[in-house]
């Protein structure tokens, strides 16, 4: 029902900064919560930030606050990660979210993200 378009990955050094994208196929989708997951082979997914569609409250894990800052912009049906001071931990597939207590997780294909010097 809604497909999810992330970019921005890709090679950055420890210290530097990337801005990842989503955008949603459909407006109208202010009322999801929305956030960014990181993967890491033989790991357990790791829930990164998320912006709740009911208050607007934000979450971050705390391996990352501080360093990242998540935003929406409704009117473009985009959610941004911009990832700061970068480590060679943050090295990961970053997947965008959309959920919905009524319809359910939608999730973009993942992009990579390595931090490396």
């Known amino acids: 029902q809604v497909q999810l378009v992330e970019s921005g990955g890709g090679l950055a050094q420890p210290g530097g900064s990337l801005r990842l994208s989503c955008v949603a196929s459909?407006?109208?989708?202010?009322?999801?919560?929305i956030g960014w997951f990181r993967q890491v082979p033989g790991k357990e997914r790791e829930g990164v930030s998320c912006?709740?569609?009911?208050?607007?409250?934000?979450f971050y894990a705390d391996s990352v606050k501080g360093r990242f800052t998540i935003s929406r912009d409704n009117a473009k049906n985009t959610v941004y990660l911009q990832m700061n001071s970068l480590k060679s931990e943050d090295t990961a597939v970053y997947l965008c979210?959309?959920?919905?207590?009524?319809?359910?997780?939608?999730w973009g294909q993942g992009t990579q993200v390595t931090v490396s010097s």
């Open positions: 459909k407006s109208g989708l202010g009322a999801y919560s």
């Open positions: 912006i709740s569609g009911t208050d607007d409250s934000i």
């Open positions: 979210n959309f959920f919905s207590v009524l319809l359910g997780n939608f």
